[in-house]
């Protein structure tokens, strides 16, 4: 100690200004001592961060844009007559001039698949807003109105207990009688989803009971807040997850229930342009003419693949325990 104290004395009068040259005044600044070093936590951030990171959600990423850039592009350097019934050469096989061949009515089949591929994807798409869209509003009724649970359960039983297909080609039959006036891709687009939409909004009553009894919930029916604004103010913010995960996973669904449905001849006609009906074309004489449905095909495996691969990829990257 007395060492020190005799280091301490020597500092002192050789400096002559005290034992403060010992030291560094820090001025006290209130709003650097609230700064957080973390970054905030952002959810949508977070998911971004997660998704791209992942190798299958990149790959599906680059090969989606790669076939709407096709489906964009490659009509416009067709011709007319590539989408001509032409009996002189029909049944082609690929060649330079017919890169995938021709079909069983002379048309040039690479021209004809990316128009419908178009097509179908378009449909697809529609038909997919609007069953989310009905599925989300109703789920929500449903889970907040518990007087009338026991109405739309029995509603979802009768319609989930008859096969999906069968209820589109069903419903693909009617309307083409009862509206024969309608164009037939909104008939189609009736069809696959008048009771498309039940499975979704058992799933989102599901959801909404999940959150029902948190406290912000209860505060608002306390208070007397309005049911449309609890609706569509504190569940959906919640739930917005799922129904993109559920948005990307149903339209591979509707891709490939629309093109049973022109496959089996409910859904858009034989000369209509989409995979489907390329595909109850090519089925006739597919032992002859295997290409006339393995390109077809192959493009529909494509749209489907890719489509599970974002919502499965999506599906991860919406849950918060994967978020680091």
Known sequence: MENVDNVLLNNTQTNGDGLDDLFVRVELNEEESEHIAAEPYSYWKSVFRVFIRKPAAIIAMVVLALLILGIIIIPLFSTPEAYMSNVEIKNLA???????????SGRDLFFITWSGAGKSLWLAIVSSVIVIIIG???????????KIDWLFI?????ITNIPSLLI???LSIVFSTSMAWVPVEIRLIFSLTLAGWVGIALLIRNQVLIIDNRDYNVASK???TPAGRIMFKNYLPYILGVIITEFSLVLPGMVS???SLSY???????TDISIGALLSNGIRYYNIYPWQILFPALMLAILIFIFFLLGSSLSDSLDPKNHR
Do not use: C, Q, R
């Not at 989300?136 to 009724?141: A, M, S």
């Not at 029995?154 to 009768?158: A, D, K």
């Not at 089996?264 to 034989?270: C, H, I, R």
């Open 264 to 270: 089996f001849g409910v859904g858009l006609p034989s």
């Open 94 to 104: 690929p060649s330079a001039e017919h890169l995938w061949g021709t079909d069983i």
């Open 222 to 224: 306390t208070l007397g």
């Open 154 to 158: 029995e509603i979802y039983n009768l």
């Open 168 to 170: 589109y080609m069903l």
């Open 136 to 146: 989300t509003v109703v789920g929500l009724f449903w889970g907040y109105m518990k």
């Open 257 to 259: 229930s629309e093109v």
